[in-house]
């Protein structure tokens, strides 16, 4: 956009992807001056997301805290589609599956019953009854979450991104930060296009996080996720929205294998984590031998009416820190740069309650206890 750099902003967010894009719509709604940057045009496929779909779930086995998050969450995600008129979300249902004492289903259990989640807990034919499609080892039971289900990625994004603007934000797309800086009195960002300045920095990078700061040497590791779609050998009809949920097996292996019922575009199925390590400007987009048998190993024993024609593919990045927790803090310096990233493959979902969280603590409103899994400083110990 010409000539934003003449503008005094009250906060700049580098990002714009899901929490670039939550960031700058919560702020925007509060009545302050955004400026957002990002270094392609969102919703794109170069960065953490983009592939049609998220999964929304509320039974968090990977730690409960999230669960008041994601509750929040879902009804932000509820009221932006109500004021929009777009479709971002669908409710499928979720059935996840693996060993009864594993922290999969366990946790899963527990964190439901503690916050009083409807679930079900499902043994091996009943599975099998209710979704054909879906098979399981012996030994494996399921937790059916019937309220979970699916977020239509890219028009989250633009949903976001067009509120944003509606209340007054100025979005530059196509535009590379180069280098930033602070002082007491405010922030300065050179990009490709102009030198702007805000009192206030949000760093929502993702994967490019660490490289615009190399003096925190944070520990986020890149890694490579590769995401599938299939057109079903057999029964086509099972992988429909009326008779197919979302799923998740916990295999033997140790990794999670998931997928999701046909949207228009075949079944996708992907792992969740276990990809390479990368580096966002050299990721390999283009998809080789291992990452396709990997998975039809997996179709075949777990999902075999799916093991059809390989129809697409896309390459996409986790951002992780080592606890899989996010980070949401301020920088130690610069008490007015935040920094947001390491959502850890389970980010996408928590979009607008993080602009929330951000909202809050750049007006110095925020009370909430539970950022503390967020800290930098358990990062940099």
Same mark, same amino acid.
């Given at each position: 956009?010409?000539k934003?750099?003449?503008?005094n902003?009250?906060?700049i967010v580098?990002?714009?992807g899901a929490?670039?894009?939550?960031?700058?719509? $919560?702020?925007?709604?509060? +009545?302050?001056?955004?400026l957002?940057?990002?270094?392609y045009?969102?919703?794109?496929?170069?960065?953490?997301?983009?592939g049609h779909? &998220?999964v929304i779930?509320?039974?968090?086995?990977?730690?409960?805290?999230?669960i008041?998050?994601?509750r929040?969450a879902?009804?932000?995600? *509820?009221e932006?589609e109500?004021?929009?008129?777009?479709t971002?979300f669908?409710?499928?249902?979720i =059935?996840?599956?693996?060993?009864?004492q594993?922290d999969?289903?366990?946790?899963?259990?527990?964190?439901?019953d503690?916050h009083?989640?409807e679930y079900?807990r499902?043994d091996r034919?009943t599975?099998?009854?209710r979704w054909?499609?879906l098979r399981?080892?012996p030994?494996?039971?399921g937790v059916?979450e019937?309220?979970?289900?699916?977020l239509r990625?890219?028009?989250?994004?633009?949903?976001?991104?067009?509120?944003a603007v @509606?209340?007054?934000?100025?979005?530059?797309?196509?535009?590379?930060?180069?280098?930033w800086? !602070?002082a007491?009195?405010?922030v300065? =960002?050179?990009a490709?296009? /102009?030198t702007?300045?805000?009192d206030?920095?949000v760093?929502a990078?993702?994967p490019?996080?660490?490289?615009?700061?190399?003096?925190l040497?944070l520990?986020?590791?890149?890694?490579?996720?590769?995401?599938l779609?299939?057109?079903?050998?057999?029964?086509? $009809?099972?992988f429909? *929205?009326?008779?197919?949920?979302?799923?998740?097996?916990?295999h +033997?292996? #140790? #990794?999670?294998f998931?997928?999701?019922?046909?949207?228009?575009?075949?079944?996708?199925v992907?792992?969740?984590? /276990?990809g !390479?390590?990368?580096d966002? %400007?050299? *990721?390999? &987009?283009e998809?080789?031998?291992?990452?396709i048998?990997s =998975?039809?190993?997996?179709?075949k024993r777990?999902?075999?009416d799916?093991?059809?024609?390989?129809? %697409?593919h896309d390459?996409c990045?986790?951002t992780n820190t080592p606890?899989?927790n996010?980070?949401?803090d301020?920088?130690p310096?610069?008490?007015h740069v935040?920094?947001?990233?390491?959502c850890?493959?389970? /980010?996408?979902?928590?979009a607008?309650?993080v #602009?929330?969280?951000? &909202?809050?603590?750049?007006a %110095?409103?925020? @009370?909430?206890s539970?950022?503390?899994?967020f800290?930098?400083s358990?990062?940099? $110990?």
């Amino acid at each position: 956009m010409a000539k934003s750099d003449q503008i005094n902003f009250d906060v700049i967010v580098v990002g714009l992807g899901a929490m670039g894009s939550g960031i700058a719509f $919560q702020i925007a709604r509060s +009545g302050r001056r955004i400026l957002g940057l990002d270094r392609y045009r969102p919703p794109h496929a170069h960065g953490s997301s983009h592939g049609h779909t &998220r999964v929304i779930r509320h039974a968090y086995a990977e730690d409960e805290r999230y669960i008041p998050y994601v509750r929040r969450a879902h009804d932000c995600w *509820l009221e932006l589609e109500r004021d929009s008129g777009e479709t971002l979300f669908i409710e499928t249902g979720i =059935v996840l599956m693996g060993d009864p004492q594993s922290d999969f289903i366990k946790g899963s259990c527990a964190g439901a019953d503690r916050h009083g989640i409807e679930y079900e807990r499902l043994d091996r034919e009943t599975i099998s009854r209710r979704w054909p499609a879906l098979r399981t080892d012996p030994g494996m039971c399921g937790v059916w979450e019937p309220a979970a289900g699916v977020l239509r990625v890219e028009p989250c994004i633009e949903t976001l991104l067009a509120a944003a603007v @509606n209340h007054g934000a100025v979005l530059n797309f196509n535009e590379v930060v180069e280098t930033w800086s !602070a002082a007491a009195d405010g922030v300065e =960002v050179r990009a490709a296009g /102009g030198t702007y300045r805000a009192d206030s920095l949000v760093i929502a990078a993702g994967p490019w996080c660490r490289s615009l700061l190399p003096d925190l040497d944070l520990p986020l590791s890149v890694e490579r996720q590769v995401q599938l779609w299939f057109e079903p050998a057999a029964n086509p $009809q099972l992988f429909t *929205l009326e008779r197919c949920p979302i799923y998740a097996w916990k295999h +033997g292996e #140790g #990794g999670v294998f998931y997928g999701f019922p046909d949207l228009g575009h075949g079944v996708k199925v992907a792992h969740h984590h /276990g990809g !390479a390590a990368t580096d966002p %400007d050299e *990721l390999t &987009r283009e998809i080789n031998g291992d990452d396709i048998s990997s =998975v039809r190993c997996l179709l075949k024993r777990l999902l075999p009416d799916a093991n059809g024609t390989l129809k %697409d593919h896309d390459v996409c990045m986790y951002t992780n820190t080592p606890d899989l927790n996010f980070l949401i803090d301020r920088h130690p310096e610069f008490p007015h740069v935040l920094i947001v990233g390491g959502c850890s493959g389970h /980010g996408f979902k928590f979009a607008p309650v993080v #602009g929330e969280i951000v &909202r809050d603590l750049l007006a %110095d409103e925020s @009370n909430d206890s539970g950022l503390e899994m967020f800290s930098l400083s358990r990062l940099l $110990q």
